[in-house]
């Protein structure tokens, strides 16, 4: 099986279009996505429709829990808070219903599934040690579990004698005596400084675990973003990937 794992389009159709085109070069047999939607970009009907048709299963993030109203915007910074505030205002009740249909953590037998971390799922925690990475491991009743959330990729990798290290790049051969928690990036809004959009693919015959990036047309993304008077931060930050 090799599935297309992604997270974290926010709303930018440009990349996702970008992504969408990508996968279908890479024989991928089905899709899922790890949550954020909406929130930051200007397009967020566009993306709940193409990711319902294109996806399997996605579960929720922070971002359509919150334009759902089943997460606080407190916890949101000024930028994150308006953008969610716009995307409320234009979803009709079928998109809000959707987003909040969408659940918190999916397994099957390949795979888990988590926006930000296993542990407390709801509140949506940001993996970024390995004292966070340490709580998810604990959770795991599978090899591998798949996150987003940071918007930037990378692996934590678990040895036999339960010791953790990281690694920035996603390009792995899965080994039997290891357990893996991949990041696969964001797909609209990357912040590790590299503004192309990212993509993950696991291929569960081969035992490997690939992260690649796709250029999309981000001027045009940006564009949109200040015709409808969203924040002007939110476009700029997509030249530079954070």
Excluded at 5 to 11: L, P, Q, T, V
Excluded at 61 to 76: K, Q
Excluded at 203 to 220: A, E, F, G
Aim: charged residues 25%; hydrophobic residues 40%; contains cysteine.
């Amino acid at each position: 099986m090799r599935w297309g794992i992604f997270s974290d389009i926010h709303s930018n159709l440009e990349a996702l279009e970008a992504v969408i085109k990508a996968y279908k070069s890479l024989n991928v047999d089905a899709y899922l996505c790890l949550g954020d939607v909406v929130g930051y970009g200007a397009n967020p009907v566009e993306c709940i429709q193409m990711t319902r048709d294109f996806a399997r299963i996605t579960i929720a993030g922070n971002h359509d829990w919150a334009v759902a109203g089943l997460f606080c915007l407190d916890y949101f910074n000024d930028w994150a808070r308006s953008a969610a505030l716009w995307t409320q205002e234009r979803l009709d009740s079928a998109n809000r219903n959707l987003l909040a249909s969408l659940k918190i953590v999916y397994k099957n037998e390949d795979l888990i599934l988590v926006h930000g971390s296993l542990n407390d799922p709801e509140e949506f925690n940001y993996m970024i040690n390995y004292l966070e990475a340490s709580k998810t491991f604990s959770l795991m009743d599978k090899a591998i579990c798949f996150i987003g959330h940071t918007h930037s990729p990378g692996v934590f990798i678990q040895d036999k004698q339960q010791r953790v290290d990281y690694q920035n790049e996603v390009n792995l051969k899965l080994r039997q005596d290891c357990r893996y928690i991949v990041n696969v990036g964001s797909v609209g809004q990357p912040r590790d400084g590299n503004n192309k959009a990212s993509l993950c693919v696991l291929d569960t015959k081969k035992r490997q675990v690939l992260v690649k990036r796709v250029n999309y047309d981000i001027k045009s993304a940006q564009a949109k973003i200040v015709a409808v008077g969203l924040p002007q931060f939110l476009a700029a930050r997509l030249s530079e990937g954070r």
